[in-house]
């Protein structure tokens, strides 16, 4: 035998009782720097919307219609059974949800944290621990980690949301928790907007909440999120980010969606960013507007409704082309990173990105 | 000579050498619990009112005039030099200072951190950090530690606020720090309302702040903290607290003062609280309405403007006896004992105190 | 078309489109307790010691020998590619090295953070950070993230240890980096042992490490593990780990492997533990003695060297069948559990486990 | 009436209702840097022990003997009532404690930390939380707020110790708890040595104290002290403080007595260290050795016994001069500056500092 007939033998042998060869394998694994499998991609709301409401015909209640989600599945990532077909970025999961004038989705909690961003409709509420939270247009929620929640539609136009939940990090660390509620709809013990009305004030925390800081705060509107982007016109925007303010817990300044970052950007007219790169991923959805981002040196013209990803360390630049502010809202996992102390970022140097055919990422291994 | 003389002879020769005998003087601080040496006590508005307008007439800014601050003397403290003179509590110092139109207080910082309440006036300003701020009738302002801060006074009636500051404490941990800067005004260098403006909304924190969170905020305004606690109306009232909100960083949810927490409480008509203590003391300044509080079973009558302290552990309760809502506003040391994990604090559960005529504290020693 | 035609229709319209639907895919990830792909299993030590050896006769330095590694594949694990050829839990790597004298190991560094538990063999020493640390049998080592690491052979025989990474983590994140050092061997500039020397005793800092508690010991003593382990022979073991020390930080109590948690156990002959379960996953190598682990049902007999691995959320027992204390080493995900909220435990209340012939875990889907 | 007449009749009138000047006040308190009234002092050790000695003839149990303490008054703050007769910083009180052979001291707790550090004598123990500890001469003890403790002599010499606590402190803030055991002495739940046996090593912490990290460690043995410093030789002294471990919760990297810091420092023989200043004040007991400490331009000269303090912020600087190591133990109020972010250090870089006759301290007011 050859030595690599001897080495294949070998290779062989370790194979059969689960064993393997390291000098043989780190390559594929070791990269100078972060290639993750998730690519940048965009989908476009046309397509999704008409795909959304066609489930509304196709899938009856008894059929799983309480879960009418269609959700986007990272063209990197989908090869990977069983969770490709789920995943946006290697650690979120995000897909656009419908309720139906007069459903209901039941009550139930997971160890999984969600956020909600609300599309289209109105009339439609979720409860969370006993609170009914109205749902509009542009509004923020947080399902945490542990909590109940469940869905009422009483309106009468179907309600559209985003749903973002870090399914796939849960999941590929093996822990997923799930519970059901022991009634379809939970109890409501608190009064409507109970949250909302407590915390609608920068810097004055209810003194009950000295000692109750979980999730103080179920919604975030609207209303309040353009009000807070308006209250940064008095500085420049940030030349990367334009103005930016992230979702928080009112009561301790973590991220309102504990492991989910969320923030909500706006664009002034002509805004062209400068480029930068993160550990972190992100999903973006635009609120409103008309531009590209350039991510991993790829173009991408986006317009309102459109959801487009952003890989871990892709260098990526946002660029508004309207005549209007536009408005981007995006979810990512940088807590997560910063948990682990795993985050680190750059900025681009050199002017701009040059615009390629397609996204490469980190080519080369190390080793 | 017999045991008692032999031992006050031995107790000279001790003392002569700065040194004492433990067994002998225990019982004079040793207490089963707190017997702080402040006392409860109120002071009229008129009469500080009237105090502190005779100043702006007697003191000219060469003999201090920027510094026209009429301050409360704690009678439990006063008697000890010399800083008995300028303490309310052990931790904290209040007085009422008056700035005339056209007036300028110098800048400087320090490392004692002060809190501001609007009383009457408007048309000046304080500068803190290059940022401007404006401040009304019931503003909360902070200058913490290390900040530069300076007033102008633009308008044309006199403006009269509440300061708070941890000079006492600082004082008598030996460690105060005290600077002038090197300009009498330091340079405006960010628009007016800088911070207002970026933080008028709860849990949207501009993104640049993840990395700034030291005292984001400069001002809340009286209208902000009224919309807080009517934000609360969808609750019942606390038994003890009323509505209450607390001033935090809204990027942190730490106290906004640091070391001096700080909150404003709305007690409905006819609100009788129950009573409890707490190892940390607090300074109460009236803001509307009027009512008493019971305080180490002593009853002190209360309308706007007064001022009244409440000792470390002392049992404290609030009525209000008006037609409407009354406001309390009130700074503690909290942060204080909480940081030195020396907080605690108890129900009253025998119904309301029995009023009496002084304030007994706690009496006996337990060695 | 049937309605199931027109959905299988409709679902492939959805794939082409890199979209899904949620309602038919969601059973097959959301179960009501953690069901891992990981499953429990052991490896004996002469198996893997054989295949060790082997690799050092046929794999050159030209070959990849610098990293000559047998690593362990999680029978549940390693039909995922690619990383489930080199995962152990999920998200731990582990594999047994051999060092032969003369060889040397490059200088790199990482983002994963790695521990090292010494095998056989003494005459090796790694450099972390400008320290030389020698290796001896039962030692534990950390080579933290970010820090330069190379090792050297000076001895005569060949030397074993295992190595454990959290690069299944970091691979599933999408957020490795990796970097060579310029030189091939680091310089030395501090004295061997140093690390060492310096954090014999508990509970006293040296004073500069008071701003430096990033890694300060690099190497933790087998000498000083079982005097550990024998002061707690004042105490009866605990009934489910017998005697057990983690290995943290000394300056700040932290892991000291950060993201990977590890610890000693000692069981005294005849211990039966009770079993519990908990959300992290462990791995475990039998430094000394001989008994069993009954791992979700399965009866796992183990002696010196053998290696094996707890799923998340597995009940688990073990029992020391042999005349002498028998000590068991472990890393686990706990720190990791921990920093995303994730970690809870449960007793098994039911006396011992049933033995069955195989693992089942977690079985049935509640959706 | 003139100016200064008008205002001395206002001061008069403000003083009768308990409310003072600011302008006129602020001068005596607002320092540009620290000037505390603790001065620099050192107490012989023939002097402190003779003194203690003869308590032991004068002071039966009857008259307190239980408490037989003598403590240090800082001649700075000994004339303000009723704590300046026995503080020796403003915040840390020191004495030195006598217990004869066969002699008992009762059972107790209160909300200030103590600390004790052993002079002379063997053969009695304290009981902390159930746990008897034995006391050597070098052994560090502590006692943290909230825990019984007593003492029992069962040894045939009598016992020396230094104790320290934050009385001044608590009693400042007008918080003190203090509660007597049922029984005299508390029942003994845990066998002798405890927590010393599990705690002997660096790094490995027991598994039961992940989730009891309070006080893990009793005492902090001598000869493990002495062996910690010598873990130290193999790096050059500190020019400030030469060889210098901290004494700190094992569990957890915080200081051993909460609130009050503690170390130990080795100067070798010929040792002359740089002079620096910090916020916190210090107080020095000589453990070993002989040489001088300059504290603010002051030559104070030591040997084995002495007591001296450092006041906050006071030039200070440490010379052996004997042959041998010296030993210089020493505890400050570290812990509080940092808890209140109050905390600052500057290196003195012009050489040594010239020796004057007095210490005159922070001269001028900046007001």
């Known amino acids: 035998m050859t030595t690599d007939e001897r080495l294949q033998e070998y290779y062989g042998r370790l194979q059969s009782r689960h064993l393997g060869p390291l000098w043989d394998s780190l390559q594929s694994i070791m990269t100078k720097e972060p290639k993750p499998r998730a690519i940048p991609y965009l989908w476009k709301w046309r397509d999704v919307h008409d795909?959304?409401?066609?489930?509304?015909?196709?899938?009856?209640?008894?059929?799983?219609?309480e879960r009418r989600v269609v959700f986007f599945r990272n063209p990197g990532l989908e090869a990977l059974e069983p969770w490709g077909w789920g995943s946006l970025t290697h650690t979120l999961y995000a897909g656009v949800q419908l309720l139906l004038p007069g459903e209901k989705a039941p009550s139930h909690r997971h160890n999984q944290n969600a956020i909600r961003f609300i599309l289209e409709g109105s009339g439609a509420y979720t409860v969370v621990e006993g609170e009914r939270v109205y749902m509009e247009e542009g509004d923020f929620l947080i399902t945490p980690a542990g909590l109940w929640h469940d869905h009422v539609h009483e309106g009468d136009q179907p309600m559209l949301w985003l749903d973002c939940l870090d399914i796939p990090l849960v999941y590929e660390l093996g822990v997923t928790f799930f519970e059901a509620h022991p009634e379809f709809n939970q109890p409501v013990t608190r009064p409507d907007n109970f949250s909302v009305d407590r915390y609608s004030v920068a810097g004055l925390r209810p003194l009950q909440d000295r000692e109750n800081r979980y999730a103080p705060q179920a919604v975030f509107k609207w209303s309040q999120t353009k009000l807070a982007l308006d209250g940064l016109s008095n500085q420049d925007p940030d030349p990367v980010d334009g103005y930016a303010?992230?979702?928080?817990?009112?009561a301790t300044g973590e991220a309102a969606g504990h492991t989910?970052?969320?923030?909500?950007?706006k664009l002034p007219s002509n805004f062209h960013g400068q480029a930068h790169r993160h550990v972190h991923g992100a999903i973006?959805?635009?609120?409103?507007?008309?531009?590209?981002?350039?991510?991993?040196?790829?173009?991408?013209?986006?317009?309102?409704?459109?959801?487009?990803?952003?890989?871990?360390?892709?260098?990526?630049?946002h660029v508004n082309t309207g005549p209007s502010d536009a408005y981007l809202f995006s979810t990512n996992d940088l807590p997560v990173m910063e948990a682990l102390h795993l985050e680190r970022s750059e900025r681009y140097t050199e002017g701009h990105q040059a615009i390629s055919e397609r996204f490469t990422g980190v080519e080369s291994s190390v080793l």
Do not use: C
Not at 260 to 265: S, T
């Open 51 to 65: 795909f959304v409401m066609e489930s509304g015909q196709l899938v009856t209640p008894e059929r799983g219609g």
């Open 245 to 250: 303010v992230e979702y928080v817990n009112p």
């Open 260 to 265: 989910i970052g969320a923030m909500m950007q």
């Open 284 to 317: 973006y959805h635009v609120t409103r507007g008309e531009g590209y981002s350039v991510i991993g040196g790829v173009r991408f013209d986006w317009q309102k409704g459109d959801t487009f990803v952003i890989p871990n360390w892709a260098w990526h630049e």
